[in-house]
């Protein structure tokens, strides 16, 4: 069963790289849900929400400055797709998209790396403050867990009528 473990337990478990992200990519493991040709969409296995899902450009860039629109454009609209997945799915009832992540590189659990969180909502009263951070612990799973709902979540954005396919 998922179940959420302290933000101090979360950092302990991480390894140092220079860029997180470009790492947690890199990673044989990796949840990987979709794959194209800017993006990787994949699980956090550290997540904020069960269902939290991390739309990652391929490219290493850290400013806006530095993306090339059409990658940009195609994380946006990844992002739409994830996010209707994560209402129609998990019965969200709300998902939080944000770019998050910071230059700083003395802050736990940050990359410069620019990506994109979609974090699905289930109590219709969460605010994104109290959402958007580690503070209050992360979710972790066993392994099957993790790939029930990679495969969920997979086959949820490959179907027919997925956003992916909805955009008109």
Known sequence: MPRVIDR?????????HPCLVCALVADPSALVVHESQHCVVMLPRLA???????????????????????????????????????????????????????????????????????????DKDDKPAAVLTWEHGVTVAAEHEWQALRERLKAALAAPRSLIEQES
């Not at 101090?8 to 140092?16: K, V």
């Open 8 to 16: 101090a337990q979360a950092i302990a478990g991480l390894s140092h």
């Open 48 to 122: 904020i929400r069960w269902g939290h899902v991390m739309i990652v450009l391929r490219v290493h860039v850290e400013r806006f400055t530095a993306v090339e629109p059409a990658a940009w454009s195609q994380a946006g609209e990844l992002s739409l797709a994830v996010a209707r997945v994560l209402e129609t799915e998990l019965m969200a009832v709300r998902v939080y998209v944000a770019s998050l992540g910071t230059a700083r590189r003395d802050l736990p659990m940050t990359s410069p790396h620019l990506h994109l969180h979609a974090i699905p909502i289930y």
